[in-house]
């Protein structure tokens, strides 16, 4: 059996200028990257104001496990399904973070016959979007960090600076760091930290912005610091905002790619979905929208955390009203949610099956509180039994969800046509009445509580005293209009990774509440999560290797 680096890099690409005709796009509106990447003009971008929107279809999954759901996949693989079906379809994707890709989890390109090319180039470097916004973040950092040493006329207290270095790398080790040692000209000694650049606020500005004009503007509102007084000192006040949207400039036009099967795939921004927003950019989204009668994009991780995000932070802002929810889940994925051990999911377990359901349960309720209509997808595997495939298909008929088996990781875009006409038909016959979860003129409190009670099933929530501290200072600026953004583990509906399937009665615990004024949300940090992951024992990096004439090996 042949792996995804392997498939990828025998796929036949096509021009990325055959690709952006099939859009309609000319090719004076790209900015080559190569033969194969291109990034749209902003001449481009503004010109397709005028148009109409075609469909907005998100595909999201239940919560992740070792077993892998496949979410990626299936959206290039739906995608690649619509052009069989002779539609005008576009992906609107993330780009991957290194972290992953030298880590545990592996990249984001999709997988087997079912993946958006140039398969390495994505996974690493691809155009500089990453490393760009990795430089806006540290020049910020540093321009604070020289603020304060020379002579600190914003009356900065360096005991309250929130603002942290970022690195697109798994580094446990940068998570509490001490800057400013050695001698007086060599900075104000004070303790630092580092989050992965996709958890960056700047990551989540640029994935908002509508243009340079509003990415000034939310940059500058950025909050680096509070001074003596207890008042929030800005990226503005630094005077670093204009500095910041220079390094910014190219990395805020959206990149086009293509899926093995030529599907145009715009593919922009890459939040975290279980500590940032989880979504690409409004820039990007928007773009296919107008482009392409139907548009395929995806949420991180769960829906409890990428869809919710992608509803009630996305949508809000930019305006955007989905008019179909695909949810992928897989038989492994299921039993492993009902007891499983990861080494024994092959095995027929239909008691197994009907116990670790509920978790798919959970978030097909979860999805139909936004009145957008669901269908729900199984990744197909070779090790799948009829018995357990005609279970959950009854199951989610009988929760009034469409059902389709997927099979785009062996057959491509062959794989996916049974999905494909049932999103069709579910386009073309079911009304979407799209509403977020909560209006904007509850507290922060009150939001928590609504995301905790209704989307992972929590009885109650509780905050630590620094928590209650910062969502007093929050409400004091005149930020309680803010939509909340949970920063949660992926792998349970609760704050505590080992409760499988739909845990209740539970407390979620906030420990941090933080404001990204410029990103125009608040942050609440719950549980164990971390901001800055670490390497696994066996890191992925260990097998990754390039061959004399320069063949990437081992990537995944």
Known sequence: MKTDIQIAQEAKMINIKEVAASLDIKEDDLEFYGKYKAKLSNELLASLDSKPNGKLVLVTAINPTPAGEGKTTTSVGLGQAMGVLGKKACLALREPSLGPCFGIKGGAAGGGYAQVVPMEDLNLHFTGDFHAITSANNLLAAMLDNHIQQGNQLGIDPRQVVWKRCLDMNDRAL???????????????????????????????????????DLKERLGRIIVAYNFEGKPVTA????????????????????????????????HGGPFANIAHGCNSVRATK?????????????????????????????????????AVVLVATIRALKYNGGVPKAELTNENLEALKKGIVNLEKHIENLQKYKVPVVVTLNSFITDTEAETNFVKEFCQSRGCEFALSEVWEKGGEGGVEL??????????????????YPSNLSIKEKIYKVATEIYGAADVSYSPAAERELKKIADLGMN??????????????????????????????????????????????????????????????????TDDGVITGLF
């Open 481 to 546: 209009d803010f939509p909340v953004c949970m920063a949660k583990t992926q792998y349970s509906l609760s704050d505590d990774a080992s409760l499988l399937g739909r845990p209740e009665g539970f407390t979620l615990n906030v420990r941090e509440v933080y404001a990204s004024a410029g990103a125009g949300f608040i942050v609440a940090v719950t549980g164990s999560i971390m901001t800055m992951p670490g390497l696994p024992k066996t890191p992925a990096a260990n097998n990754i290797d390039v």
């Open 175 to 213: 998570r509490n760091i001490v800057v400013g040692l050695g001698a007086k000209a060599d900075g104000m000694v004070r303790e630092d930290h580092f989050v992965i650049t996709v958890a960056s606020e700047i990551m989540a500005i640029l994935c908002l912005a509508d243009n340079m004009h």
């Open 236 to 267: 503005n006040d630094l005077q670093a905002t204009g500095a910041m949207a220079a390094l910014l400039k190219d990395a805020l036009k959206p990149n086009l790619i293509q899926t093995l099967e030529h599907t145009p795939a715009i593919v």
């Open 287 to 323: 773009a296919a929208m107008k482009l392409a009668d139907i548009t395929i994009t995806e949420a991180g991780f769960g829906a409890d955390l990428g869809a919710e995000k992608f509803f009630d932070i996305k949508c809000r802002m930019a305006g955007l009203k989905p008019d």
């Open 420 to 437: 494909a006409k049932k999103v069709l038909d579910v386009l073309e016959n079911k009304e979407s009445n799209f509403e977020p979860l």
